[in-house]
């Protein structure tokens, strides 16, 4: 929801309070404010221009001269590119040394042999999404519909000056889908009265039950349908200042009695729709259920085939419109538009969802139905929309409403004792204060002893429970005036459990390491559902999908970190190093749970080390990675019982891969991403690992112990074995520890070698083995026996010869 500073100060006073002051205060009462917004903060220098003449520039075909009058004493010379500047016009110029969005600066130019000074600007070069540009100047310059003066502050004109708060709400809060919602919330933070329209449309003689009939069909999913009628409108261009506040509120301008019906909606949060009475023929209104198959276009063009479990608007004869969703095609107002039926109704929420969903039709109006509108604004609404457009389009209002149905539902009433409420929130509120919060809130209350009741408006239907009502009061007390409190008790063990501080361990270890923690999504699209999974399985499906991209559980973190990493890389951050602890979800069958297990995963980018004094610059690589994974397993004292098989899962390099074992069972992947895959998603080299924390968490452990520095000298030999390309060096790695015996402390690869000299299909593996005997200092007798015995079992075992 976007709300404009300058549209909600009609409602309630907020003067005093800055929108980022504002914004605070709205975040800490309950309803979250990702961001202001202030559009014209990065610009300067804009006005209102009059174009005096317009020619054809004389060295180009689509440039043209204009003199403009900017407020200064003599007109300034414009080139200009758009099609359709003209003289006569009011525009938007920026004037020489004006700054547009993006920090682009106008200075004086010459274009094609001629000067140019300053810029006569679009929409989209004021900073206003395309999106939200009114038709006629989707392309081109913008024109002032109404009167200004040349020399004015143009960002004032188009309301550029306003600040935007975006509000992030939850479900529940429907009723700051609107700015009179959100005038009630920003009342009550305050402590300040509501002003609220109060719509008495002038009327004709005529009624409007003579100009139109209603009847509901399906009362079930339609209690109540009002429609007023407005005759003689003339249809044109909305007022500069109720276009500007629309393209704030995220909504496009088309015409005056399209915006005034969306102007209502933001304004009271009670979907409109106008019908061109004329062309709706019959005179006739009926709300039913569609026919199966039955089909008919709506206002983007599209034919739709409608099923006997949607809602539509009839002339008693075809659909005119999908309830809720949109209109149609056939009843559109449009430029020669006379006479307009307007429609104020209360849908059932459930049935706009299921059209809205199966046709793909998402719009500002079936939103408020899915999740409730007031049904005590919908005649208000009605009366609203009816006035203005007397007003603004000239029209005039047939006496009284038509009205079908009734839906009046009574105002819930909800108690709750103070002591619950303190014992909740660990107060001491007196009942003074809980009834002051209540009529902040303009809720009205009954106060019995201990005990207070409350009726709550039918705008906010979220107050259900009385821990609905201590939700009110903890937000507008203050979430930072709660006292705060340790659990008190026995049985109530402080402290993280083995589990938990195993998990804090692993994380520290890898942000020790130099990884970035990162958080995903649990929800992921089919393809990406089973994609590099230790155990691929059915993928779990959603029953009500947000979305197409989130209608899985996962079964594995790496395609949500290589996202991750590709965004990152977007970015011009190469090289990144992201790790992830989360949940997977695995199938375990037909309306079975699925299983969940908890893993980390990790991915690495670009240079793993860089000194920039030293000029050094180190590439992630296999090694890196799996040094980090051994690293880990050495901090939970498992490095012994760690080992690594080559491995070419799908999505990974089938060469640089491994899985990872803990007492020989598959805990885990390492390795490089396929580079096919690597391409897809516009990355370099990336390696990647994911391992089962559960697991690795929960392996059995020794007693930490510690062994004493050898007080003797070691003695180190190196040996280069000949061998078998496909034996591995893990393989040897064995065997040299299981022949070393106590003796051998130590034993690493450092050197492999295949090439010139080299046997074909032969390779050459170099160790470093260190000997220590912990009592006395070895003889290189002692070495040489144990040495030779080493070398005995890797002629025996691997066929292994000493490279010479």
């Known amino acids: 929801m976007f709300v404009s500073y300058k549209w909600l100060s009609q409602y309630v006073d907020i003067a005093d309070q800055s929108p980022e002051e504002l914004a605070e205060k709205i975040t800490r009462a309950g309803i979250e404010v990702e961001g202001v917004d202030m559009p014209a903060s990065d610009m300067k220098g804009i006005v209102v221009g009059y174009v005096q003449s317009r020619e054809q520039h004389p060295n180009a075909d689509k440039l043209s001269k204009c003199m403009v009058d900017v407020g200064e004493e003599e007109p300034v010379q414009i080139i200009c590119g758009a099609k359709n500047v003209d003289a006569g016009q009011y525009v938007a110029v920026a004037r020489t040394g004006a700054v547009l969005p993006g920090n682009f600066k106008i200075k004086r130019a010459k274009l094609r042999g001629e000067e140019s000074n300053g810029m006569i600007c679009s929409l989209s070069e004021l900073g206003i999404e395309s999106r939200l540009n009114p038709k006629e100047y989707a392309e081109g310059i913008f024109n002032f519909p109404n009167d200004v003066t040349p020399g004015e502050d143009a960002l004032a004109a188009l309301n550029r000056d306003d600040a935007i708060l975006e509000l992030s709400l939850t479900p529940n809060r429907s009723d700051a889908l609107s700015m ?29 039950a003579e100009a139109v009939q209603i009847r509901i069909d399906a009362p079930e999913d339609n209690p109540v349908y009002i429609g007023r009628v407005v005759k003689n409108v003339q249809v044109g261009p909305s ?18 009695v399209v915006d005034i019906t969306n102007y209502v909606l933001m304004e009271y949060g009670q979907p409109l729709h106008a019908f061109d009475l004329d062309r709706v023929g019959t005179g006739e209104i009926v709300v039913r259920r569609a026919e199966e198959g039955e089909t008919f276009v709506t206002l983007d063009d599209a034919e739709r085939t409608l099923s006997a479990d949607q809602l539509v608007i009839t002339n008693g004869k075809e659909p005119i419109a999908l309830a809720g969703v949109m209109g149609g095609a056939n009843s559109e107002v449009h430029a020669g538009t006379v006479n307009v039926l307007i429609e104020s109704a209360y849908f059932d929420g459930q049935i706009v969802r299921a059209a809205s969903k199966a046709h793909g039709l998402r719009s500002e109006a079936s939103a408020r139905f899915e999740k409730g509108v007031d049904p005590a604004r919908v005649k208000a609404a009605c009366d609203r929309a009816a006035q203005l457009m007397a007003e603004l389009a ?13 839906y009046a539902p009574e105002p819930k009433k909800v108690s ?15 009942m003074g204060g809980v009834e002051d919060i209540f009529s902040r809130l303009q ?6 002893g201990d005990e207070i009741t409350v009726t709550v408006p039918t705008r906010r239907g979220d107050i259900t429970i009385p821990e609905d009502l201590t939700e009110e009061v903890a937000r507008l007390y203050g979430y930072d005036h709660i006292p705060l409190t340790l659990p008190e008790g026995e049985s109530l063990p402080g402290g993280l459990s083995p589990y938990q501080l195993g998990r804090r361990t692993a994380r520290r270890y890898l942000e020790g390491a130099g990884f970035y923690q990162a958080v995903t999504y649990s929800l992921t699209s089919e393809k990406r559902a089973t994609q590099f999974a230790l155990e691929v399985r059915k993928p779990v499906a959603l029953a009500m999908p947000m979305s197409e991209e989130r209608a899985f559980l996962r079964e594995s973190l790496l395609p949500h970190l290589m996202e991750v990493a590709s965004y990152n890389s977007a970015r011009q951050m190469g090289s990144a190093s992201l790790y992830e602890t989360g949940a997977v979800y695995l199938n375990e069958g037909e309306n079975v749970q699925p299983k969940e297990e908890e893993r980390i995963a990790g991915i690495v980018t670009g240079l793993w080390q860089e000194h920039v004094w030293q000029g050094e610059k180190k590439p992630a690589d296999f090694f890196a990675v799996k040094g980090v994974i051994e690293g880990l397993a050495a901090r939970f004292g498992l490095t012994d019982r760690l080992s690594f098989e ?5 999505g990974f390099h089938p060469g640089r891969t491994a899985s990872v074992l803990l007492d020989r069972q598959p805990i885990g992947v390492v390795g490089q991403l396929h580079p096919a895959l690597a391409k897809e998603v516009d990355l370099k080299e990336a390696y990647m690992f994911e391992l089962k924390l559960d697991v690795l968490l929960q392996a059995a452990r020794e007693e930490l112990s510690y062994t004493a520095i050898p007080r003797f000298p070691s003695i180190s030999r190196d040996i280069a074995l000949v061998v078998d390309r496909a034996v591995k060096a893990a393989e040897l790695e064995g065997i040299i520890k299981e022949a070393g015996g106590s003796l051998l402390t130590n034993v690493h690869v450092f050197d492999v070698y295949e090439g010139e000299r080299m046997e074909e299909g ?5 160790f470093a083995l260190t000997y220590v005997n912990p009592d006395k200092t070895l003889t290189d007798e002692e070495v040489t026996a144990v040495h030779e015995k080493v070398l005995t079992a890797l002629k025996e075992k691997a066929n292994a010869d000493l490279r010479t």
Do not use: C
């Open 646 to 650: 080559q491995a070419g899962p799908e």
């Open 180 to 208: 009179i919602g959100v005038a009630y919330e920003v009342a009550a933070i305050l402590g300040r009265s509501v002003t609220i329209p109060q719509p008495n449309p002038a009327e004709g003689n005529e009624h409007a």
């Open 443 to 448: 809720f009205q209350t009954e106060t019995n």
């Open 762 to 766: 032969k390779k050459s593996v170099a």
């Open 416 to 430: 709750i004792t103070l002591d619950r409420l303190n014992t909740r929130l660990g107060t001491d509120l007196q």
């Open 239 to 256: 007022p500069l200042w109720m276009q500007t506040l629309l393209m704030n509120a995220g909504v496009r301008p088309h015409n005056n």
């Open 394 to 406: 000239g029209g005039t209002v047939l006496a009284g409403s038509v009205v079908a149905g009734e």
